[in-house]
């Protein structure tokens, strides 16, 4: 079945400086990729999401790359506030696992003022 | 509009009873699953419903694990002979289906096994 690793577990930025999260997945039939992110005690919310036909997309202040090949995809934040503080998870579905996620172990991420 | 609810939110619950979890996803989503998540780590999947075809039950941990989908809305995961290790944060997500996988969270239950 599908494996997501993810990295680093903790982050620790200044607010205003960017915010990098990666993660590498290992079924190459793997088709989509979400980041969710979960504050204390809160549900996991859908941030962005990418498609295996798409390299790249942009929201606002929050970014996802996707190489295919290296089977490696990356949540990228610009300019953090401290609302950005949270618990980031990534995942993956399709192929054999089509329908199901598979999470990352999570991303700490904690935005100082 | 509405989105993913379940009940009750936080269950206690003496190690050998059975539980019951319920889950109302988005209307219209035909897509529903159940994931788990312990102290601290990530979400592990549970089972997953897709409209009327057969659930894919290959994240149930043992056989005191089961789900059922009534009318294709509503969902119950129920946990007989409970054990502490059960004990964790049971979460519920539906999606549009037929192609539209993004997956909406309901908050989650709760579940202390004592």
Redesign the interface.
Known sequence: GENVEQHPSTLSVQEGDSAVIKCTYSDSASNYFPWYKQELGKRPQLIIDIRSNVGEKKDQRIAVTLNKTAKHFSLHITETQPEDSAVYFCAAAGGTSYGKLTFGQGTILTVHP | GAGVSQSPSNKVTEKGKDVELRCDPISGHT?L?W?RQSLG?????LI?F?GNSAP?K??LPSDRFSAERTGGSVSTLTIQRTQQEDSAVY?CASSPGQGA????????TRLTVT
Do not use: M, T
């Not at chain 2, 780590?41 to 999947?45: C, N, R, T, V």
């Open positions: 897509a699953y994931y780590q990530g979400l592990e999947f997953y897709q894919d290959s994240g979460l996988v993004e997956q909406y969270f309901g908050p989650g």
